[in-house]
């Protein structure tokens, strides 16, 4: 407030009471602010389900650290395991802990992108939660990234000296290897592990090739190397997987599915949308299942041809929504109660390409087309309908 004294105006500060002073607020805070620098790495850490591999991986990151200004973003997709709060109570304890709890979204490569964008960081790392991924090599990969010849440092589990011992089983070992030969199939240069989801990289090379990301599935680095507008300079350090600490795989056929979807976005995604190639694909399955039920139908059990039809075209509908549910649409899958409405969703807006369905195929029957020529025919008039009436009614609530 406003003062006179001797004749001149001054001011005087007035404070509430019970409201802290400004001066001594600041003041406390400058100290805080200044004890911690900016870090020189972000590593960030996709989760799902991952609680219990939290704590010892923190841990375990920051004894090999050392000195290293660094910090961690977890970004978890709302495990219901209480990931992201037990993430949170590490950050409150640590500051060099950050979580991201995402609510809606799914996939490691689009959480992936999440944490990197939020980095100011020169250096960004991707490492896994589950403690597989062997820790101590930061320092060295840091020290490779930071010399400047390299663009990409990426932990290899394929060349000398690396080890994937620590996949579960062989099954797993042999989705690894088909993806390792689906990648090097299209990539500009060869990688001994282009599925490795261990790599660090320059954080402004990450800035310039994130609006180019698809960000499907779960394995982004052959994304980011088939984004960039040159081929990176890439070293690849072994790598002795480790067995996984707690919680299960994440990594099975489907994923390689959508990895496949990925590789075919980045080559002729800018011509044909993946997810009508990918639904096309589960489409010609579906073929093979409605002429298959069509013969049980019409032959075996000697029904009606129309009435044949129309039951085939059921059966192949509902497998074709279970597939596509797991493959095309995987990132916006539907379960539990949403997974019997979209079923039933499914049913409503295709009933428009069944009734064309039966009908054309009803009428070329009847001008004495074979009966198999005819369920082709008629199951092919509705694909286009049914793929935009998948995508703008059936799975749209999930995007």
């Known amino acids: 407030m406003l003062k006179i004294q001797d004749g001149q105006e001054t001011s005087e500060t007035v404070f509430s009471p019970g409201a802290p002073d400004p001066a001594t607020t600041e003041s406390s805070r400058l100290p805080l602010a200044n004890e911690r620098k900016a870090p020189v790495l972000t590593i ?13 991986l923190i841990a375990a990151i920051s004894q090999t ?39 809606g979204r799914r996939g490691l490569s689009s959480a992936a992108t999440e944490g990197f964008l939020s980095s100011s960081a020169p250096y960004v790392a991707l490492m896994d939660a589950d403690m597989q991924h062997d ?29 994937a011992a620590g996949l579960d089983g062989k099954h797993r070992e042999m989705l690894s290897k088909m993806g390792v030969g689906l990648s090097n199939s299209v ?8 599925m490795s989801g261990f790599f660090m990289m320059r954080r402004d090379m990450f800035e310039a090739v994130a609006p180019n990301l698809s960000s499907r599935g779960f394995k982004i680095l052959a994304d980011i190397v088939l984004s960039a507008e040159t081929p990176p300079r890439i070293l ?22 959508e990895f496949l979807g990925l590789l075919l976005d980045k080559t002729i995604g800018r011509w044909i949308p993946v997810r009508f190639i990918l639904f096309s694909l589960v489409g010609s399955l579906g073929v093979v299942v409605h002429l ?20 085939a075209a059921l059966t192949a509908m509902t497998t074709n929504f279970l597939l596509n549910n797991v493959i095309t649409y995987r990132d916006m899958r539907l379960r539990g109660w949403k997974l019997i409405m979209g079923l039933l969703s499914f049913y ?50 999930a995007k």
């Open 135 to 163: 820790q101590t090599l930061l320092p060295k990969m840091l020290e490779a990234i930071s010399g400047g010849g390299y663009d990409l440092i990426v932990a290899s589990r394929y060349v000398d000296g690396g080890s």
């Open 65 to 103: 650290m050392g000195d290293i200004e660094w910090e961690a973003v977890i970004v978890d997709d709302d495990s219901a395991d209480g990931t992201s709060a037990l993430a949170k109570q590490i950050a409150a304890e640590d500051p060099r802990v950050r979580c991201i709890r995402r609510v």
């Open 348 to 397: 409503a807006v295709c009933s428009i390409g069944l009734a064309a369905n039966v009908g054309v195929a009803s009428a070329m029957h009847g001008g004495h087309t074979q009966w198999w020529l005819s369920g082709i025919i008629g199951s092919l008039v509705g694909v286009v309908w049914n793929y935009a009436a998948a995508s703008l009614v059936t799975w749209r609530s």
């Open 236 to 257: 690849e350090m072994p790598m002795q997987m480790r067995t996984r600490n707690a919680g299960e795989s994440k990594l099975d056929a489907s994923n390689n599915v």
């Open 292 to 311: 298959t039920a069509l013969y049980l139908y019409y032959r075996v059990f000697a029904l009606d041809f129309a009435l044949s039809q129309g039951l």
């Open 44 to 56: 960030v850490m996709p989760t799902f389900n991952e609680r219990d591999n939290l704590r010892p």
């Open 187 to 194: 990539l500009p240069v060869h990688m001994t592990d282009p």
